[in-house]
């Protein structure tokens, strides 16, 4: 059973920068697709961003293209959130989840299995 470990969360002033990383332990990063999601605090958790396995296709929620950028890391078994110009609004925890031979880019998250348990990203001056 793949587990997922997320990090790099914290505080970060308006405007600026952060990555954030989910290490699959126990399987190949290709051999799963991978979702970023979010949950700010009374509201609904929604999908942020995606790769699928294999091929590797990308999707990014409007609120965030062009400011976040998915990759991955096939030798540190990670997939990256890369995210800047942070806004107030991105205050959430961070989750990603994982479904092995996911060869579709989703954010919704029943199509996932596995999930990790947050990191919390706070923007804020």
């Known amino acids: 059973q793949v587990q997922l470990v997320e990090s790099g969360g914290g505080l970060v002033q308006p405007g600026g920068t952060r990555r954030l990383s989910c290490v699959l332990s126990g399987w190949a990063v290709g051999d799963y697709g991978v979702g970023w999601f979010r949950q700010a605090p009374g509201q609904e958790r929604e999908g942020v961003s995606c790769?699928?396995?294999?091929?590797?296709?990308?999707y990014y929620t409007d609120s965030v293209k062009g400011r976040f950028t998915i990759s991955r890391d096939h030798a540190k078994n990670t997939v990256y959130l890369q995210m800047k110009s942070l806004k107030p609004e991105d205050t959430a925890l961070y989750y990603c989840?994982?479904?092995?031979?996911?060869?579709?880019?989703?954010?919704?998250?029943?199509?996932?299995?596995?999930w990790g348990q947050g990191t919390q990203v706070t923007v804020s001056s």
């Open positions: 989840a994982a479904r092995k031979y996911f060869y579709s880019c989703s954010v919704h998250g029943e199509d996932y299995t596995y």
């Open positions: 790769i699928s396995s294999s091929d590797g296709r990308i």
